[in-house]
């Protein structure tokens, strides 16, 4: 059984830091990209950050230069460091990866079950 485990949201204010980390726990044979997500209240689920296995990053143009993606493949898990939060950036934030568990030996989309990060102003 593979799972998300995400961790590090809260409260901060504008103009602070989070660090967000997912931990990917399983019977894992790979994992390819490793994305972060987000979705304020009203709004559709829209993607952050994205990194692949050899670590090439993209990002959502509102974050770049403020938040930077990274991942430890030794431990299955990926970060999100965000800096410079804004008000605009207070949301729900997923972590989600495509994943080959070994078995079967098939890639998945997996999610995590969400962590909130609120930024006051």
Known sequence: QVQLVESGGGLVQAGGSLRLSC????????????????????????????????GS??????????????????????????????????????CHAQIAPREPRYVFSFWGQGTQVTVSS
């Open 23 to 54: 931990a990917a726990s399983g019977s894992i044979f790979s994992i390819n990209v490793m994305d972060w997500y987000r979705q304020a209240p009203g709004k559709q689920r829209e993607l952050v950050a994205g990194i692949t296995g050899s």
């Open 57 to 94: 990053t993209n990002y959502r143009e509102s974050v770049k230069g403020r938040f930077t993606i990274s991942r430890d493949n030794a431990k299955n898990t990926v970060y999100l460091q965000m800096n410079s939060l804004q008000s605009e950036d207070t949301a729900v934030y997923y």
